[in-house]
């Protein structure tokens, strides 16, 4: 929009199909809009909540009923939709659960301010009432709560069946699997540091392959890689693992500046290319030196380097990305190398087997058995990608909600009945 005054007579230009409203108009159009984009979620609320059907414009089908994915996938344009979008994305990224009844709050609050607005309430005073409710609220909760550890196993369970039970991923086997299995990888990985607990939930890994059933689901100790062993003639196993982790290429890199080498002889060539051989050679020897028997290199391994460590005996995984090196790290104990000078059995991590398995028709290398990892893996098994896709999304919520519920050590107790209690998180 462009804007001029001429003469002390404003001048608006807008493009094209543009429509320009002010005052009570506007308000009740953001209003509308923020309330319509609550609509769509609030049929997805709760155990008896619908998923959604939402299909690309290229084919790609998710069915979900969670509400962060939901707006995500919708592609909205409005300014106040997106604003409603990013309360989900804030909720889902800081709480990790909770996301459809954060917009749904969000969107009743505005139709509420809509009917104060038409009793000519200044805007002003509702932000500050709703303000002042905010914080009584928070009071009320923190008057009502209980406490929860990470000890407090039937706790946990009934938070994470509170969080589960709005997804429609299966019968109540599924969901106690499932639900176990998330109690185990925040444990595994939660961090004590005297009476608080800090658990870093990128510290447990979400691999997922279709095949199977939700049943099949596992938690590894250790880290899976979706990566195949680098060389055919290398171990397929390693038991009692020494695991070094690289950050440097078993390769002869290119010079930074442009260099020329003239060869006028064979014989040269002969030197030259021997020359690059005993390089390489080099490399896997100090491997070798410091006892390592598994090597994950976040770079290249060239195919000669690949024949030396598959003489060694040493199994070798190339081109790991850096979260997965940094979860290697933290399950195994190993430190990241970046130059083999300074490799030794100091920097090795230990896992109690590393393998490389076929699943769903793809190679993928687990390293497990580790000792006390604080880094794990959940494998989500599945029938279809729809599905293993709503059990990734499922353990989000549910890892979000023990997450928050262990961190500030309170829950909320839902009244039922006047004889009885009924946890909820």
Do not use: W
């Amino acid at each position: 929009m462009a804007e001029n005054q001429l003469g002390g007579q404003q001048y608006l230009v807008l493009p094209e199909g543009a429509n320009r409203l002010l005052g009570k108009e506007a308000q009740r159009t953001n209003i509308a809009v923020g309330y319509a984009v609550a609509s769509i979620v609030k049929t997805t609320l709760g155990p008896k909540g619908m998923d959604k059907m939402l299909v690309s414009e290229l084919g790609d089908i998710v069915i979900t009923n969670d509400g962060a994915t939901i707006l995500e996938e919708m592609n909205v344009e409005h300014p106040i939709a997106k604003i409603l979008v990013d309360v989900a994305k804030t909720q889902d990224k800081e709480v990790g659960d909770g996301t459809t009844t954060a917009v749904i709050i969000a969107g009743d609050l505005l139709r509420n301010a809509g009917n104060l607005l038409d009793q000519g309430i200044p805007p002003a005073a509702i932000i500050r009432g709703y303000g002042m409710a905010a914080a009584k609220a928070k009071g009320i909760l923190a008057e009502i709560s209980s406490n929860v550890t990470i000890n407090d196993q039937q706790k946990l369970e009934r938070i994470a069946q509170i969080s589960i039970g709005s997804k429609n991923i299966g019968d109540d086997n599924t969901m106690k699997h499932l639900t176990e299995l998330a109690i185990k990888a925040v444990k595994q990985v939660a961090v004590r540091n005297g009476e608080s607990v800090k658990i870093d939930k990128d510290f447990i890994k979400l691999e997922k392959k279709e095949g199977g059933t939700i049943i099949d689901t596992e938690l590894i100790n250790g880290v899976l890689i979706d990566k195949e062993i680098s060389h055919p003639g290398m171990p397929k196993q390693v038991k009692n693992a020494n695991i070094a982790i690289l950050d440097v290429a078993l390769e002869i890199e290119k010079t930074e500046t442009e260099a020329k080498i003239e060869i006028t002889s064979p014989e040269q060539m002969q030197a030259f290319l021997a020359q690059e051989e005993k390089m390489l050679k080099d490399m896997v020897e100090k491997i070798s030196k410091s006892k390592a028997n598994v090597v994950f290199v976040q770079k290249g391994i060239d195919d000669v380097a690949q024949h030396y460590l598959s003489k060694a005996g040493i199994m070798a995984i190339r081109r790991v990305k850096k979260s997965d090196m940094e979860k290697l790290s933290k399950a195994t104990g190993a430190r990241l190398v970046t130059s083999l000078d300074d490799l030794s059995a100091e920097d090795l991590g230990h896992a109690g087997a590393v393998e490389e398995r076929k699943v769903g028709g793809e190679q993928m290398v687990f390293v497990e058995k580790c000792k006390d990892p604080k880094s794990v893996t959940i494998f989500i098994r599945g029938s279809t990608k729809q599905t293993t896709d709503e059990v990734e999304r499922s353990l989000v919520d549910v890892m979000g909600a023990l997450t928050s519920a262990i961190e500030l050590g309170k829950y909320v107790r839902r009244r039922q009945r006047r004889d009885g209690d009924c946890d909820a998180a």
